[in-house]
């Protein structure tokens, strides 16, 4: 598959993720159907966002793990953290959802600067 595909998907999944995130903060823990939704929703889009962003790193021939990479997997652990926070902290669910669109540009600046 090609790089485009990849990024593409990538993106994509990126969107995704952020949809469930959004909809599993905003719904909390009160409707169970939502919460089901959001949940599954969350670990499929962080699957696909890992295997297509791995995939473009392959594609891109990058060996290793630069340290952007390594932040950028960081990243990735605490936006599927994020799946727990409104079954274990609510008061925390309005915050969480303003600092999610600060994460994802820290996201995007790493893979666009590659700073390190």
Known sequence: MSLTFYKILHVAAVAWLFAAMGGSLLAGSDNERARKLGGMSHGIALIVALVAGFGALAKLGIDGM?????AKVVLWVVFGAVA???RRAPQLAVPVFFALPVLAGVATWLAVAKPF
């Open 84 to 86: 727990m926070v409104p």
């Open 66 to 70: 630069p340290g952007w990479v390594i």
